[in-house]
């Protein structure tokens, strides 16, 4: 079974910047090719909308068959919610929660980003999975692209 990896909008348009492109622009090349699945959720299209034309360009390379979505339903907006009441982030980082709950109800094998600041933060994904195990769900895992990348 292919690893389904969840993908925010930051490694998206890290294939356009030039600190991440390099560990971007791979990850997205093995979803070109059909290495692993790109999982998405309807709030990383939405976000999407406003990012420059090279950046949607990234993800129209993707074949569909490559692609799952994942939508933000009740249950997903249950958890964000419950992060923010345990005081992993706060509630202008809503969108942030919504990210990392979506992929933990959809039991994502990984979840990577460029956001250092609230997704990959040691403090913060340790506030995650403490939620996650308090009401029932598993561990997440949260990564940069560099490191789900294989060194082949």
């Known amino acids: 079974m292919k690893v389904r990896i969840?993908?925010?909008?930051?490694?998206?348009?890290?294939?356009?910047?030039?600190?991440?492109?390099?560990?971007?622009?791979?990850?997205?090349?093995?979803f070109v090719r059909?290495?692993?699945?790109l999982v998405l959720s309807t709030l990383t299209v939405q976000e999407l909308v406003a990012a420059p034309h090279q950046v949607r360009q990234r993800l129209a390379s993707v074949p569909e068959?490559?692609?799952?979505?994942?939508?933000?339903?009740?249950?997903?907006?249950?958890?964000?919610?419950a992060y923010l009441a345990a005081g992993v982030l706060t509630a202008t980082m809503r969108a942030d929660a919504q990210h990392i709950a979506i992929a933990t109800v959809g039991r994502v094998d990984v979840l990577v980003s460029?956001?250092?600041?609230?997704?990959?933060?040691?403090?913060?994904?340790?506030?995650?999975?403490?939620?996650?195990?308090?009401?029932?769900?598993?561990?997440?895992?949260?990564?940069?692209?560099?490191?789900?990348?294989?060194?082949?």
């Open 34 to 37: 059909g290495a692993c699945v």
């Open 65 to 81: 068959a490559h692609i799952e979505t994942l939508q933000l339903d009740a249950e997903a907006r249950e958890l964000a919610e």
């Open 6 to 30: 969840y993908t925010d909008t930051s490694v998206l348009g890290g294939c356009e910047d030039a600190e991440f492109a390099e560990h971007s622009v791979r990850l997205m090349d093995g």
């Open 114 to 152: 460029w956001n250092f600041k609230h997704i990959v933060n040691l403090q913060r994904i340790h506030g995650y999975n403490s939620v996650n195990l308090r009401m029932g769900y598993p561990m997440i895992e949260i990564r940069t692209p560099r490191e789900v990348l294989s060194d082949e």
